[in-house]
């Protein structure tokens, strides 16, 4: 990663304003947004971290929110574009972001390039879109193969990285346990979720000429490399 970093330094590419990585459960996603944050220097964003420090610091727009969660209802567009208004114009976001997380959503989508021409963030540079694309039955391998240690908590793979013993910890010899979120029936659930609501994004931002693609189903170190050598393109844009 650092070569890379590296390179693209000394051919004078700036970072790039806010960049949007998204990708199905189990294609790195999560992963290569904190490999890429800490190559450019940018600070990673999750909905999700935004959300709970907000609760947790008992700012307004926490308060509003878990107010909303404790009446067991989704939390407005309304409320995560605000909390993700407010972070953007914090001073290390000035050189860039990753978006992690969001948008989820066309109107998400429509509202965060509003946003951005209005606050005139970045140059006004619309956001860099990378979609990480996995093939399915790889997706299918990477979390139905999913196994943990309960003692210990270290992760395996049947597929990818098998324990040295079928069912049992390298560590400390427990048996090794499968997650609820990890059975087939539901991940077949959330990969069906995740395209009915992904497409339409993907779609939108194609249709603009901003969707980047990356190979997901590399290496780690490789996805990563693909990634930046997009994000380069997405700047010259």
Do not use: H
């Not at 309304?78 to 976001?93: F, K, N, S, T």
Request: charged letters at 25%.
């Amino acid at each position: 990663m650092q070569s890379q970093a590296t390179a693209m330094a000394k051919s004078g590419v700036k970072t790039s304003g806010a960049i949007i990585l998204f990708g199905a459960p189990g294609s790195g996603k999560g992963t290569q947004a904190k490999r890429i944050a800490q190559v450019l220097g940018i600070p990673q964003i999750s909905t999700g971290d935004l959300l709970r420090d907000n609760v947790s610091r008992g700012t307004e727009l926490g308060r509003l929110a878990k107010q909303t969660m404790d009446r067991g209802e989704l939390v407005s567009d309304r409320l995560v574009c605000d909390m993700v208004a407010e972070r953007l114009q914090r001073p290390d976001c000035a050189n860039g972001c990753i978006l992690d997380g969001f948008p989820r959503t066309v109107s998400q989508a429509e509202w965060l390039d509003r946003f951005l021409a209005e606050a005139k963030l970045f140059g006004e540079q619309p956001p860099i879109v990378i979609q990480l694309g996995v093939e399915y039955n790889f997706l299918l391998k990477r979390l139905t193969g999913r196994r943990s240690c309960p003692t210990c908590g270290r992760i395996y793979n049947i597929y990818f990285q098998p324990p040295r013993v079928a069912g049992v910890c390298d560590l400390d010899g427990t048996a090794l346990e499968t997650r609820r979120d990890d059975r087939e029936e539901v991940i077949i659930e959330r990969l069906k979720a995740y395209e009915k609501q992904t497409l339409p994004l993907a779609d939108y931002y194609r249709q603009r000429g901003r969707l980047l693609e990356v190979n997901g189903d590399l290496a780690p170190d490789e996805v990563t490399a693909e990634a930046l050598k997009a994000i380069e393109n997405g700047n010259r844009l």
